[in-house]
């Protein structure tokens, strides 16, 4: 994983990766944005932080993170796979910010329709840990990509992922 810069094959990568962006032409600003998905996993968290530590002592920038927050309910399900509550993602949330810009990663849904109005869940509803990731897809939410675009869903998912990160 590109994140284990401190060992091995990745160091030697990233620092070929750093060199190459030092070779660039002084008008071009390079950088690094990692879209992350887990960082509800401790052992993903702490390679990232590790990562963001060493990209700004090495290249004098910040590196992006882009962080899907805890409001979409791909991140609430995983976290609540992992046991790690909404506070504690927040925590690692800041803690990633001290050394790296925290950017936005967004994945869409909407509801996927079910005949009976009772089995249906809202969009921003808290998953219990009988779901499954299957029920994700399959029942109650259904991704948005281009073949499904849906305006009104993916506006509406924004403002609640925005409001997270201004509320956290």
Sequence with gaps: MIARANTGRAQGAMERLFAAAVALPA????????HT???????????????GKWWLETSGVSAV??????????TALFSERMQCAESVF???VHTLARHSEIGYHGHFFRETA?????????????LSADDTWRSLWAGR???IGVVNHDER????????????????
């Design 27 to 34: 008008d071009v600003r390079f950088n690094l944005c990692i």
């Design 37 to 51: 998905e887990q960082i509800a996993d401790r052992s993903v968290f702490e390679r990232l932080d590790a990562f």
């Design 65 to 74: 993170l882009a962080i899907i927050p805890f409001s979409n309910p791909q």
């Design 90 to 92: 927040v925590e690692r």
């Design 114 to 126: 079910v005949d009976d109005p009772a089995e249906r869940r809202p969009l921003d509803a808290t």
């Design 141 to 143: 939410l259904t991704p």
């Design 153 to 168: 869903a993916v506006g509406e998912q924004i403002d609640r992922d925005i409001g997270w990160f201004k509320n956290h």
